[in-house]
């Protein structure tokens, strides 16, 4: 049975995995200090990481991925264990003459060609509502993150705002780290799903 089926998911909870650290707005924003010009282009930066770790949106979403990757894990489990016992069991009694025809010997060699066709169908739907929940994520992240640097960008007007993650920017002042800002501000804006659906089932 393949394997890779949880490869995108265990990527993005990775990236996305969550810690319980809140973010504190500084005394003063970081955003002021970051307005400084660089000759005529004022410049900021976002540290992805910890956006991802304090940002409620992807901390939430975390979580969702990681109980459906275990379900459908769980259900791949059962039902390929169940059609290696199916498999075992026909191989016996196969070696051990114990059908009574051939015809019904070829009837269960059919029935479990059907179960294995009927498993790895399973598991390409499952791979691709996995795949369409993580692609709804960085959707959602994105157009989370977009809508409200357009707004904040308002009152900075700033040139350039750039994102950090690792090394693709080997050196950055802090003094043009908004970070704190742009968490902070997607989390006041950002309406909690899994809270939501707590209260829908509440409801029934």
């Known amino acids: 049975m ?5 490869l995108a998911a265990a990527a993005v909870v990775a990236l996305a995995s969550c810690n319980n650290a809140s973010p504190k707005m500084d005394e003063q924003p970081a955003a002021a200090a970051a307005g400084e010009s660089t000759g005529n282009i004022k410049i900021a930066y976002v540290e992805v990481d910890s956006l ?11 979580l969702i991925l990681q109980k459906k990757s275990t379900n459908a894990r769980n259900t791949l489990n059962q039902k390929g264990q169940a059609l290696q016992n199916a498999a075992a069991n026909f191989q016996q009694k196969l070696q051990n003459n114990g059908f009574t025809s051939r015809e019904q010997a070829e009837s269960q060699q059919a029935a479990i060609q059907r179960q294995q066709q009927s498993l790895q169908e399973l598991q390409a ?47 950055a002042a802090k003094r043009f780290d908004i970070t704190n800002d742009v968490i902070n501000g997607l989390n006041k804006r950002y309406k909690s799903t899994l809270k939501t659906e707590a209260k829908k089932e509440e409801k029934k």
């Not at 393949?2 to 949880?6: A, C, E, T």
């Open 2 to 6: 393949k394997k890779n089926m949880f």
């Open 52 to 62: 991802m770790t304090q940002y409620e949106f992807c901390k939430e979403f975390t």
């Open 125 to 171: 739907r499952l791979e691709n509502e996995l795949a369409n929940e993580t692609n709804k994520y960085n959707e959602g992240l994105r157009d989370s993150l977009q809508h409200f640097l357009a707004a904040y960008n308002k009152d900075k007007k700033f040139d350039l705002i750039l994102t950090k993650q690792g090394d693709n920017i080997l050196y």
